[in-house]
Each structure stands twice: as C-alpha cells, then as structure tokens.
C-alpha cells in the first residue's frame, strides 16, 4: 500500500492478556518505528529497527514489551500480561533512512480494562 | 526527562493572520528538527523539517526557524487557514530517534 499500514485499530484488551499489534511499513523503508502515546501526550518513543536489526529499545517500559522484525519488514509490537496503565495509542512509522521524516501509521488504540 | 519542549498547550488564531507555535530542546546533539500535524483518529502527519545547519526552511504558507544558540524553534503558518486547525508536535531526531513535544492544538476561527 501506499502508506504505513497498523492493524488492528482497535483492541480492547482484559488485564492480563497478551496483545500482538501488527505494522507494515512502507514499501522499501529501511526505518521502522515504534511510539506509545498516552492521552494528551506526545509520542514516547519505544525501539526502533534498521531493516531486521533492532538498533534500540531503550524506550520499551518494561520486559513485557517486546517487538521484533524478522524479515526487515512486517513489525510486530507484543506486549504480554497487559496492565491498565499500558493503555494508549500505538504508532508505528517508517522512514526511507533514520533521521529524516519519518511516516506515521495511524496507530492502535489500546484499552485495558 | 521531556528533552522536547512544548509550552502552549493551545492556540486560537483568527483565519488569514500569523499562527506562531514555539518548541525548545535541551540536547545539543539534536540534529534533525521536525514538525509534525496531527487530526484526531489519524497518525502525525509530517509538515516540515530542518536540519541543524540550517536556521530556516521554507514550504509554502510553512516555515520554520531554528535558533541553535537558544535550543529553540518555531513554525510559522501563514496565512492560518481553518484546516490548519489541529495538533501540532515539534519532534527532534538524534541518532534516528524522534523525541516528541506534547502537542499544541490549533483553533483557527472564522
């Protein structure tokens, strides 16, 4: 597709489940980005990749998070046993190179209830 | 730490006069500057960037300003149109990663 792609839009989640958020970046986008944004916030960022190669994940909040890009494509963000405060909205971007602008998805919106 | 600052939670501005939103960092080793216009249920959308060795950066009714001596940057839209209303986040790039500021909702009114 012409842009980066998130799915689901939506999830609602009980606490304690394990979640799997998908993106797809654009086509040939070396870059991909992972960002959690709570309610009245900017994007935190939270790890981010160079084709397969997970560059950084210093922002992921806990060791219940983790993502990965096995292909250098397709992402995946998971987030096991989910707690209430990791609600927010999920935002994948991907970027031709690190550094320059970088396109967002439109996001999953997460609630834990 | 908020290394990416954005003070004005809001701003109103009446439809053909100046919107002037402000942003201020505090990592010199930013070297990428952008911003960034969000409608809600949609994703940030890019608007304008600038690089470190610029100190400004012009698209359109868009420009941006950089004053590194002051670790501060501003976007100018001019002149405000009604869809310009909507959040605006100024977003600065070290080693590829973006750190955010929290967003400044526009109003443009008739």
């Known amino acids: 597709g012409a842009g980066v792609s998130q799915s689901p839009r939506y999830k609602v989640a009980k606490r304690g489940q394990d979640v799997a958020l998908r993106c797809d970046p654009i086509?040939?986008?070396?870059?991909l980005f992972w960002y959690q944004q709570a309610l009245g916030q900017g994007p935190e960022f939270l790890t981010y990749?160079?084709?397969?190669?997970?560059?950084?994940k210093s922002g992921l909040p806990s060791d219940r998070f983790f993502a990965e890009r096995p292909e250098g494509s397709v992402s995946t963000l998971k987030i096991q046993r989910t707690q209430q405060e990791d609600s927010a909205v999920y935002l994948c971007?991907?970027?031709?190179?690190?550094?320059?602008?970088?396109?967002f998805g439109q996001g999953t919106r997460l609630t834990v209830v | 730490d908020q290394q990416v600052k954005q003070n004005s939670p809001s701003l109103s501005v009446q439809e053909g006069r100046i919107s002037i939103l402000n942003c201020d960092y505090t990592?010199?080793?930013?070297?990428?500057f952008l911003w960034y216009k969000k409608y809600p249920a949609e994703g940030p959308t890019f608007l304008i960037s600038?690089?470190?060795?610029?100190d400004k950066n012009e698209d359109g009714r868009f420009t941006v300003f950089l004053n590194k001596s002051a670790k501060h940057l501003s976007l100018h839209i001019v002149p405000s149109q009604p869809g310009d209303s909507a959040v605006y986040f100024c977003?600065?790039?070290?080693?590829?990663?973006?750190?955010f500021g929290a967003g400044t909702q526009v109003v443009v009114t008739p």
């Open positions: 990749f160079q084709n397969e190669a997970q560059l950084d």
């Open positions: 971007a991907s970027s031709p190179t690190g550094g320059t602008e970088a396109f």
């Open positions: 990592n010199s080793m930013f070297d990428y």
């Open positions: 600038i690089s470190s060795i610029k």
């Open positions: 086509s040939g986008h070396v870059s």
């Open positions: 977003a600065a790039s070290s080693w590829g990663k973006l750190q």
